[in-house]
């Protein structure tokens, strides 16, 4: 997926999952996805991207409503399926999350995902996994313990690595205080 992504010239940031099992968990095993979620740059960006993975097995089953942040496609077969993210939430009160080209600048390597793979460093990931639970929260979604456990680790990675000042000003910033 990365491959095709990366032939098209559609850069993408992978989310949520695929990418914290590979940096943040001591295997990559540890870390249970059942898709894998990427983020692109606007909203024609992820157009482009499900219509370049259509070859590689990838389908859309219902068009991407108006006022959504993400594009479903399905694998077929053995394939994980994806969302094809064009924002970081989708709630008109959290409008001023970080964009693509701040936190493309921000990201950082997942090696183990191929050569250009990148995801959300730290300090942006934990940014990412507060709104996501809470606007799973709101939406009456359920909460998963997997996503209180990444929680943890994130905020585990920045008492060590002397994050939280980066982390609270990009919650400022946001207005997600």
């Not at 909203?43 to 993400?70: I, K, M, Q, S």
């Not at 390597?109 to 300090?123: E, K, Q, S, T, Y």
């Amino acid at each position: 997926v990365l491959a095709r992504l990366h032939a098209e010239g559609i850069p993408a940031l992978l989310l949520k999952g695929a990418a914290l099992a590979q940096w943040l968990y001591p295997a990559p095993y540890l870390r249970e996805s059942s898709d894998v979620d990427l983020l692109f740059a606007n909203r024609d960006d992820a157009l482009r991207a499900a219509t370049a993975l259509e070859g590689l097995g990838y389908a859309r089953p219902h068009p991407p409503e108006r006022f959504r942040h993400e594009l479903a496609c399905r694998g077929s077969g053995d394939l994980l399926d994806l969302d094809l993210h064009w924002a970081l939430s989708d709630w008109p009160v959290l409008d001023r999350l970080p964009d693509f080209d701040t936190l493309l600048a921000a990201s950082i390597p997942l090696p183990g995902l191929g050569a250009g793979a990148r995801g959300l460093d730290a300090p942006h990931a934990l940014l990412h996994a507060c709104v996501h639970r809470a606007s799973n929260l709101a939406a009456d979604l359920g909460d998963r313990l997997k996503w209180l456990y990444d929680l943890h680790l994130l905020a585990a990675v920045l008492d060590r690595d002397a994050g939280w000042p980066t982390f609270l000003a990009a919650c400022e910033q946001a207005q997600a205080c």
